[in-house]
């Protein structure tokens, strides 16, 4: 887990507005819980809903929360951990508002967490292609938001067809996942 560590040590997280409407330095604990590295030293589920997303919008947690996602993917963290990272990051790249404040100071999260991804999308395709649990799935519609090679990502849906959601092996994902001009 060194590697979710250190990305969560490298954020600041106390001059980031939460979208609790307070500091969200209590983020850095919720993500290292999430991760396993709590005092039970076991993954625990915390909630970042409205904290860094909602549905109708991004808080600017956001990206910060992207790139402790994509360390947890690179880490050795529990294969639940993994799942409920993945899970945050899809919200995270299907994100399609930001909030007021950040607006105003010029930020598009939801383009800077897809930006961000993108730099991840290796990870993604591992994820896929491990076949270890329904986390290949939810890294499908990751990539199908992400991944700007679409002729690889079909390459991809084939290969992997055997284990993917039916949604993933039609299609059906990426009509409602994929971000347009994408």
Do not use: K
Not at 36 to 45: A, D, N, R, V, Y
Request: hydrophobic residues 45%; negative net charge; contains cysteine.
């Amino acid at each position: 887990m060194r590697l979710v560590e250190m990305e969560i040590a490298r954020q600041d997280w106390a001059a980031t507005l939460c979208g609790c409407g307070g500091s969200a330095e209590h983020l850095a604990g919720d993500l290292l819980q999430l991760a396993g590295g709590g005092s039970l030293h076991e993954p625990c589920h915390v909630s970042l809903e409205d904290h860094v997303w909602s549905a109708v919008v991004l808080w600017e947690p956001a990206p910060a929360v992207t790139s402790v996602a994509l360390a947890a993917l690179a880490d050795d963290v529990a294969p639940t951990a993994r799942e409920w990272f993945l899970d945050l990051l899809q919200h995270l790249v299907v994100g399609e508002g930001t909030d007021g404040e950040s607006a105003r100071r010029g930020l598009d999260l939801p383009e800077l967490c897809r930006d961000l991804a993108v730099h991840g999308i290796w990870l993604l395709y591992e994820e896929v292609m491990s076949n270890q649990s329904f986390g290949a799935g939810i890294a499908f519609e990751i990539l199908t938001v992400v991944e700007p090679d679409r002729a690889r990502l079909q390459r991809l849906r084939e290969i992997a067809a055997t284990w993917l959601p039916v949604c993933c092996r039609t299609g059906l994902c990426d009509d409602d996942l994929r971000v347009p001009d994408r």
